[in-house]
């Protein structure tokens, strides 16, 4: 039997090509003002044209909580949204990524969570990328207004938040430019516990502000991997940290090579055989080296819309932004708070300056070696200028020209004008291969 002959034409749509009517509840918001309003919120037909038709809105990750941000954005209204993703769909993944069917698996996620959002939701474009976050390049990131990062890696978001602190520029005052700050939105989930929160570089706390809120993973003795394994992680662990290195020395280990994987599951697999332990399986063994915690889809819908939530405040004014920080537990009954953290001022990625104090006659190359000391993790062969544009000291074709100054007094270097008497105070620009973005440190001399 077909079903009832529908007139297409006779829908009713105004000028966007939407059905008439299907906006209602956001017009609700955006069309009049109220109490909850943010600052410069202005009601009407232009905010939510720059919703719709202006911003741009970056998702990262296309799993469990990239799902339901990529269903959340375009039904609050958002039209133009990307996706990146590096993975491909997985049986393990289809309870709670609800994007994905059977037939899909192999297939990469961001593709196919493009496409089932832009059958769903009329209007909206959504732009997949099958790749690595780190394929693009900063300029290509610049292209979007929020960007939203649903991620299950540390790395990963320290990453793109170091990408974001590379565009804010500040004033001669030490206040952020605000034309330079690209706002990231953080979600994360554990199990039944999950967070939200607004980063505004140079506003807010950045993500390397806080990286304290994060418990370090957990480890196992090597002596217990290699002597006395009593439970599965045990075995897989010797097969992931030790085999390895043994048997493929020359080889760098990837957790997103299934090969690779397959190799650590099969010799855990061995190992917990010959000591008599069950509980080895390839799910177990991608969960204990990745330290993935089982994820509930629950806990995932409550964090993806809160993020929407937020990107929607953030387009268009229409409330108050979150400040800063919202933790959520559903592990015994319902419980939110939020918490409203503090920038570290010496962040070396969103603060102004770090500061660094060094004797009055320390030269060029003691200041080198005292930053290369200080930040050993990212930085190795450091190019140093003054805050005016002053090259200081350069790598590659100039270095030939500024070595004469490695043995000057930093004092000198920096001249009168940076301060005077016992103290001298000013401004340098460290630039390096391992830096995202220039490293601003206030250097006091005393």
Known sequence: MEGPDVNMQSIERDHRGDIVGRWTDLDYVLMRDGPSAGPGFEPGEDTKSV???VMHVLVLGAGGLGCELLKDLALSGFKKIDVIDM?????????????FRPHDIGKPKAIIAAERVMERVEGVTVTPHYCRIEDKDDDWFQQFHIIIMGLDSLEARSYMNAVACSFLRFEADGTPDQSTIKPLIDGGTEGWKGHARVILPGVTPCFHCTMWLFPPQTTYPLCTLAETPRIAAHCIEYAHLIQWGNERPNEEFDADDPEHMKWIYENAMRRAEAFGIEGVTLHHTMGVVKNIIP???????????????EALKMATMCAKGMDNFMMYNGSDGVYTHTVAYEKDPDCPMCSPGVAMELPKESTLSDVIDAIVKKFEDTVALPSISTSNGTNLYMRGVLEEA?????????????????????????????????????????????
């Open 295 to 309: 994820a509930i889809p629950s806990t995932n819908a409550i964090i993806a819309g809160q993020c929407a939530l």
């Open 51 to 53: 919703l719709m038709d």
């Open 402 to 446: 500024t070595r004469d100054n490695l043995p000057r007094k930093m004092s000198e270097l920096l001249g009168e004008e940076h301060g005077g008497g016992e103290k001298l105070d000013g401004l340098i620009i460290v630039n390096d291969k391992k830096l995202k973005g220039p490293l601003r440190v206030r250097l006091s001399l005393a």
């Open 87 to 99: 993975d491909t769909i997985d049986l393990s993944n289809l309870n709670r990524q609800f994007l």
